[in-house]
């Protein structure tokens, strides 16, 4: 038997559907999308833990409503004019970014390749050389934005060319960052274009077998953030000597997504580490004046003035020792340093933040970078495969100065280390100990601390308690 209702309900339920059917109409999707407010976080486990192993995926929205991705694309519109050998007969179309401009389906792609130059690429391709002149004359009067300078391998160049000519062509320098080249009546114009990543928050909780770098891996962490973790807590933890089999950490960091697809890593939002039963928690902060640092709830910095060890390296092959027998020249002579082994390439840190006061070549230390930090502190790097700083360059603590090598009396890849005070050679180990912590959060900024960082640090709890709840 069919309900009937009343004709008067009848007319009002329409009535109603009428007027929600216009609004959702009327309103723009985008501020459907601008209401939304939802986290994706993966919980990866160890591999001990009694949850299942399927990634947990948390999402929280204010809104269901589904949306279009948005493209997330940022065009930089520069016009060159260059002197073309042909003049188009017909004027092109005005240069606009559709939202498939990152779309290279149609596009004819060539991967640089080593030795690989402008001239090579354009060949491939059927182009010639008043193409190649043409393309570099517009990127000469881009250079500040290094449109075609330094192609690197593994980088790609799209074309479209229409009856032998260039049309329009792009380097793609990474998922989110191409520049192109159109060709217009009076030369080209050239766009850069960038694009955003979709960010989420990932947590990861594991257990120390043998060290973190093979703990981070069984996670599925990449080495450069494995590695940022440990710098994160350098500064209280001596990642050589001081973890032990049973410790742990929990981190709490930033992934990046375009398109779906997983691109990278962002930054480490928090973490805490575990050592020998004592807990050491680290929370982000970008304070007043753009500076990104790590320090406790207290706001204390997590670091000292200078890192316990300025790369990722397998072992010390020898230590700090006023009377060691040379391996080389088998004479009793102070090794004034450290020697950290470490398969050539791998990337070597400044220690501190400071000037570079030497960077060259000798036939004893092959390529070597001296640094001084303020007046009383000086960091030398010796046997390097390759420099990446200049004389009088300012580095930050961190930042990538050259890579592990053999050059110079050397029997094997490994970096040479020494620190200085005020001239003196010192061991590079305790003297850390030693010095200064880098500055904490100054009571002025303390509230404002307290309210960036409490998010993070009530999210880490947060998960923390869930895994405890499930385990």
Known sequence: MIKQYPKKHVLVASLVTIIIGLVLVITPS??????????TLTLNLPEQSKLPSEDLTLTTSESSAKTEPETNLTVTTKNVTTDLVETQKESPAKHQAPPSLFNLEHWEKVTVKSGDNLSTLFSRVGLTAKDVLEVSQAAKKFAN??????????????????DGQLEKMRRVKSPLESIQFSRTESGYAIDKLTRAPEVHN????????????????????????????????SGVIDFVYDPRKGDSFNLLFEEKFLDGKKIGTGEILAAQFTNRGKVHTALRYKDMHGDVGHYSADGVSMRKAFLRAPLDFTRISSGFNPNRKHPIHKKIRAHRGIDYAAPRGTPVFAAGE?????????????????????????????????RFVKNGARVKQGQTIGQVGSTGYATGPHLHYEFLVNGVHRNPRTIL???????????????????????????????????????
């Open 30 to 39: 985008k501020e459907v999308s601008a209401k939304r407010n939802s986290v």
């Open 354 to 386: 400071g000037r570079i006061i030497a960077s060259g070549y000798s036939k004893a230390n092959g390529n070597y970078v001296f640094i001084k930090h303020g007046e009383q502190y000086t960091t030398k790097y010796l046997h390097l495969n390759k």
């Open 145 to 162: 934005e290094d449109s075609l300078k330094r192609l690197f391998p593994g980088e790609q160049l799209a074309f479209i060319i229409n």
């Open 202 to 233: 990932r947590f990861v909780s594991a257990t120390l077998e043998n060290s973190l770098f093979l703990a981070g891996q069984r996670q599925g962490l990449p080495q450069n953030l494995i590695m940022e973790l440990a710098n994160v807590f």
């Open 433 to 471: 100990d030693k010095l200064p912590k880098a500055k904490s959060i100054p009571k002025s900024e303390l509230a404002r601390f307290q309210q960036q960082t409490g998010i993070v640090l009530a999210q880490l709890e947060a998960y923390q308690h869930m895994l405890a709840y499930n385990d």
